[in-house]
């Protein structure tokens, strides 16, 4: 997986995100067995300290699990990762909202540009 | 126990406080970047850690002992910000002569960097280019299972392909009892690889912080932090 650092936000914030697109996408399958915390920090190009947060945080969050001698996994709880793939939709849209109110559009405007931009689509 | 600890640490040259009343305590399994601007005291930080220079006042503990000492050398693998080595040497031999030297070297290592980097192991020294000189210097400095690295400007030279090589070299090399200290001024190319920074200015230590609690609280990266605190 490709991985991409904003200099803004703490890295580990940007490990846990990009993880769990990497999650919620199927690139990393209900079930997967996770590289370890060394080669995925290897991979990324960061602080293996930094790296073991951020799974930290995805345990708690439900996304992985370990299994004290066998490693890391994706867990197999889909519904589990469709809420968090709903999640991940909504922060775009938000994000893809901020921005358009910054360029002065209200929320109507925005829904039928939408909407222009997406028929034919699909 | 703490990898190492200054207390009250001062260095003068002539009159000139190079470190001044420095106070430091860095535990097991961290990377740490020591940063500031030129002449702020970096390298006579480093250089105190190994033993090279004996501070003015204060009280230096690596490892549990005092630097400088063989026990203490034996834990340290120093990499200076100039070249350190016989230039009459080859690659290999100056592999052969680490390995005499430290009971820590690890030659396998050594050689499968040099491979990986694509230095000849026949070439002298002397025969190097300045980058090669300088990756074959970090070789010898990371072979090395130590308990405190100390890494004086170890990327400046050399390439970018390279420098993702090296920094990747220090993660694959990461050992939770073992710490690592990185002066650089290439801070945007090694801020993810660290845990914490310390920023000296005029030989006092004027920030000491991790990483990522510094981006949450301030909002920006640690390189725009610098720029910030030392714009000129």
């Known amino acids: ?122 | 126990m703490a990898v190492l600890e200054y207390r009250e640490v001062t260095k003068l040259y002539g009159g000139v406080a190079a470190l001044d009343g420095v106070d430091l305590t860095i535990e097991p399994g961290r990377i740490v970047g020591l940063l500031g601007p030129n002449g702020c005291g970096k390298s006579t930080f480093l250089k105190l850690a190994c033993g090279l220079l004996a501070p003015t006042a204060g009280e230096i503990e690596i490892c549990g002992g005092r630097p400088g000492q063989p026990a203490t050398h034996a834990q340290v693998s120093f990499l200076p910000e100039r070249m350190a080595v016989p230039v009459w040497m080859t690659a290999a031999q100056l592999v052969d002569f680490y390995q005499d030297f430290y009971g820590d070297f690890r030659r396998d290592v050594a050689l499968q960097m040099l491979s990986d980097l694509h230095i000849d192991p026949a070439l002298r020294v002397r025969e190097m280019s300045k980058g090669t000189r300088e990756k074959v210097q970090l070789i010898l400095a990371m072979s090395r299972a130590a308990l405190l690295y100390l890494l004086d400007e170890p990327i400046g030279g050399v390439d970018p392909a390279t420098r993702d090589y090296i920094l990747s070299t220090i993660i694959a090399n990461y050992n939770p009892e073992a710490s690592v200290i990185v002066s650089t001024h290439l801070i945007a190319d090694v801020e993810k690889l660290l845990d914490e920074v310390v920023f000296l200015q005029n030989g006092q230590v004027i920030l000491h912080d991790e990483v990522d609690h510094l981006r949450e609280s301030r909002g920006m990266s640690v390189d725009a932090l610098f720029r910030e605190v030392f714009k000129c």
């Open chain 1, 1 to 122: 997986m490709k991985w991409q650092f904003s200099s803004d936000v703490p890295i580990y914030a940007q490990l846990i995100a990009q993880i769990q697109t990497t999650i919620v996408s199927g690139t990393w399958p209900p079930g997967e067995r996770l590289p370890s915390v060394r080669d995925l920090a290897a991979e990324a190009g960061v602080n293996p300290n930094t790296m073991q947060r951020a799974m930290t945080e995805l345990e708690r969050q439900g996304l992985v699990y370990s299994q004290r001698t066998a490693g890391r996994f994706v867990t197999e709880d889909r519904a589990r990762i469709e809420q968090a793939r709903l999640q991940c939709a909504q922060r775009q849209i938000q994000t893809f909202l901020d921005g358009m109110e910054q360029l002065g559009y209200t929320r109507e405007e925005i829904r039928l540009l939408v909407e222009q931009e997406t028929k034919g689509e699909s």
